[in-house]
């Protein structure tokens, strides 16, 4: 099975990023597709697989590689899903839920914010069956930080790639215009898919 | 929500780890539960949000702590649930689905051997709904290296808590007695719960 | 002891980064100089010694971000020194030591190269005394990584933040303008303090 | 230049670990060694200097093994050399210079300790020239929160392979062992080359 690149159009509805810094985005995406298919190819040949080893050993490097790439294409096509929206509101089901479990959805929101600022990979709000709540989950890259058997329901990429270009160094900007810029109608769908 | 600690009886069929190493590595486990409470009291408490920062801040040791206890609970579990079966058999379902991503039944356990002995912390074979098929996943830590929307089927904690106080450095001992006592029923359970 | 930001002065002799990254990257390094008197404050304070713990402790998370900042003001200090001379030509000795190590001057500069384009945080030339050879260091944020001991002589920062506002994804293009921007004079000024 | 193995002999005078702990983490110091010159090799044959790339390639698992393996042979070569002394009384240079930073020789004691029991990798006592102050280094594995440019003087492993055969989950009973066991002259031999 080959990885294929989703296709993500821009439009005026994106407001969170300009079309610059998307389209750089798009080829950082597209470079883990790639990066995917590379890697399968590697273990589908059972390459190195007689000498792993977890200090060093080439079946090592392409493991590491393998949950890096994946995740990154993974939580890019989540990412790039869940924004664009000019109808920023939430339905009430969510916040309902969201208040369950954080007092009210203003005070889920000041949470998912500091997650953001907190991380250095990515900032996303899941549901963690173990627990049946729901967390904001901090990643410090593409595959450090991701809750096990959790679900994500909104995804918001951190990386200085996404955001550089733009705002240079400020990030609460970015983070700011994100959360005006949720389509909550992909989030609630999410949402339908745990019940 | 409080988190607590499931039971899990050390019985004769567990064979890849005597009683001792088993009753220290449930301790471990025990640690993850209560740092879990520790740490939803403090979220629950608010700590820190309005410092956020992803240098140094509070809050970020706390997001930290969360990932990786929360997916030390999770992951001994099914790793305990998975082993203690003598009937080291999997079901020809099982079979064939592995044989269909690795050839054979054969070539995925040299994968998955691989993958542990490349592996610093976790090696699981899971499923990957993205590319539709059952990757050997290897993490470092026990929330480094997690593949985003995972299912778990096979878990097996390669820790050096693991395995050391038994085994001491000869982890491919462990390993081939881990795979020798898989409880392959745990395993065709989780597998009907994808269809 | 408090820490005090180094003052770097950007000048038309900086070819590899144009004033507006340059500012920017400042204000990042500004950061790490004022966590640092943070965390140093925290550990003057004893906070949080006496419930230190390995899985979550705030004691924990200050000593992380401890290496993190301290390295992000040293590694940004030897990068801003050795940038900006547009006499871009080693002494002599440089490349006869280079030379003895890696074949030739050209040799280490593709393994140089190589090793900027493989890392996610920055590459270093650095000694390494255990094996009295010269080694070029990949690191992945500013504390993994590191060799220990070793003695930095050339420090080239990967961070997406270092090139993301002018060079957008085109990494190969901001390694390849430093490597035209060295200030060779200061790595051999280094190089000095090894005999 | 190949690594060799150094000589550490197993003494009466070494109470913080049996000899059965000191055979099996003197293995583990072996297969660093074996795996530096590994690496070394293949660095040397210019492997895949010519595909690097941050995201996978073969470039980038050396460079990672080459951090992981060289800081696991430096790391584990600095602890055996400070272990071993029944006269467990730090010089009163040592005390005085510690006591300047720490209030007391004791309260430098409580942060070290406190150190080691945070860290999943190793604990440092380091002198930092930045700051010109002696810092309690954690780091979470061998390359992970090593201080740049920071002269090591007393190493401690906290790795599980360290104490775990002996001590299982008892890591205060080893780190207080070893307190007790620490070769001040030793240190006082690396402070001396400070000045």
Redesign the interface.
């Known amino acids: ?1 080959q ?1 294929v690149k989703l296709d993500f159009e821009y439009s005026d509805d994106v407001t969170v990023i300009n079309k ?1 810094q998307f389209d ?1 985005h798009m ?2 995406y597209e ?2 597709i790639n ?2 298919n ?3 190819a590697l ?1 589908k040949a ?1 390459t ?3 000498e ?24 890019h096509e989540l990412y790039f899903e869940n924004i664009g929206s000019t109808n920023n509101t939430p339905n009430p089901q969510i916040s309902q839920i969201l208040s369950r479990d954080y007092g009210s959805f203003d ?1 889920w929101k ?2 998912f ?3 953001a ?4 990979g990515w900032a996303i709000l899941c549901y ?1 069956p ?4 729901f ?7 593409h ?7 959790s ?2 329901l909104l995804v918001l990429d ?4 996404a955001y ?2 733009q705002y ?2 400020n990030k609460a900007e970015y983070i700011s215009r994100f959360m005006d810029n949720i389509d909550w109608q992909v989030v609630g769908d999410r949402m339908e898919l745990l019940q």
């Open positions: 099975m990885f610059e750089v080829r950082l470079g883990y990066k995917m590379e890697i399968d273990l059972n190195g697989v007689k792993a080893n977890a200090t060093y050993s080439e079946f090592r490097g392409i493991k590491r590689g393998e949950t890096y790439a994946l995740n990154g294409v993974i939580l005070n000041a949470h914010v500091a997650t600022l907190a991380s250095r963690d173990r627990s049946d709540t967390r904001n989950d901090s990643l410090d890259t595959d450090d930080g991701y809750m096990a058997m679900i994500p951190m990386y200085e790639h550089f270009l240079a160094d």
